[in-house]
């Protein structure tokens, strides 16, 4: 029989303690990155936001000493190791400015920034002041996620032929993204560009169509769909359909990787708060699926991930596994979808210079 034992769990191991400030202290902050990491004994000494009531009331309800009054007194203390930044995507730069200055250590969240050449700024900048830079894309970090990758690095499907991931959702996006042209690619389809990287490696071409919803209030796409052409034959796709007018209950996020060998299915909880899902097939055991139990999520558990692997590359001097170089690939996919949507055709990712 199959061992099923998926190994998909963070392991934080740290020489030395790191003093952790916040930037931001809005929803995600306070119920994904600040419960990860309590539950994984990180140490967040300090936090601030623009709006300063909302920092003191996250403050007091998570137990962090200090409150500063603005990202720049935050970033000027000494007593920081690490500053991880929780603000849109507009913002990041100037933040990262401060903090790369200060030479603290930085975590960006997803998207690193509104447009490609902000996000390679933003790398540049890191490069010149020395220190390291993670990126937020944590659902690299998802039990399913990094369930299915074990699978796949085991073997036990084979070879893959084709990927799809399928997201059916009501979602409602944040008041700041509003007046942004960019919506569901650069704010979501984005986790999932970075999942098949993650999975797969880089692909080729990207060929990508976007619409929306009669009547939304948002300037940006809420459905978009997408293909992937890998140089093996791979064939990824995926549809993001952000503004389903269903009450919700049949709302869900999934994927399915089929193999000469073996077929994957997954789901990520995190739109009801429920722990992720994974199951697979072989042809040695025909007709059987195999469900490794999970108990953990996306949200929060996965935070601890990203920020957990920063801490450990600054302990042991190595780039993040979700790195700034690295994430460029991914916000290089994002301009490559607009791209294509833009002028009609498949794009390839050379035509694109990273840096």
């Known amino acids: 029989m199959l061992n099923l034992e998926l190994d998909y769990l963070p392991k934080i191991e740290l020489k030395t303690e790191y003093n952790i400030g916040v930037v931001g202290a809005g929803v995600i902050v306070d119920k994904c990155h600040l419960v990860a990491y309590k539950e994984n004994n990180l140490n967040v000494v300090g936090i601030c936001s623009k709006r300063g009531f909302r920092a003191y009331e996250v403050a007091k309800k998570h137990g962090i000493k200090k409150v500063y ?24 730069l100037e933040v990262v400015k401060l903090a790369a200055k200060h030479n603290k250590h930085i975590l960006c969240q997803k998207p690193l920034a509104y447009d490609f050449k902000e996000s390679k700024k933003i790398v540049e900048i890191v490069k010149r002041a020395g220190v390291k830079l993670a990126v ?17 690095e085991k073997g036990f499907i084979g070879k893959p032929i084709i990927a799809t991931i ?24 984005v986790h999932h560009l970075d999942v098949f990287r993650y999975w797969f490696g880089e692909p080729k071409f990207i060929t990508a169509v976007a619409s929306k919803y009669p009547g939304q209030e948002y300037k940006g796409e809420l459905i978009a769909l997408y293909n992937l052409e890998y140089e093996n034959g791979l064939l990824a796709s995926a549809w993001d359909d952000g503004f389903t007018w269903s009450n919700n209950s049949d709302a869900d996020i999934t994927f399915r990787i089929e193999g000469i060998g073996g077929i994957v299915n997954g789901s990520w909880g995190w739109y009801h708060d429920r722990p992720d899902t994974i199951e697979f097939t072989t042809k040695k055991y025909l007709n059987y699926w195999f469900k490794p139990i999970i108990k953990e999520k996306w949200f929060p558990d996965a935070f601890a991930g990203t920020m957990g692997d920063l801490l450990m590359a600054i302990d042991q001097d190595r780039e993040p596994e979700i790195s700034g170089m690295d994430n460029l690939k991914t916000m290089r996919l994002v301009e490559a979808a607009y791209k294509s949507i833009k002028e009609k055709r498949a794009v390839a990712l050379e035509e694109i210079a990273l840096l």
């Open 69 to 92: 009054n603005s990202a720049e007194e935050l970033c000027k203390d000494p007593n920081i190791d690490v500053v991880d930044i929780a603000i849109p995507p507009t913002d990041q």
């Open 136 to 152: 937020n894309q944590n659902c690299r970090w998802a039990p399913a996620s990094r369930g299915a990758k074990i699978l796949l």
């Open 166 to 189: 399928e997201l059916r959702v009501r979602l409602l996006p944040q008041i700041f993204t509003k007046s942004y042209d960019k919506l569901m690619i650069l704010n979501m389809s």
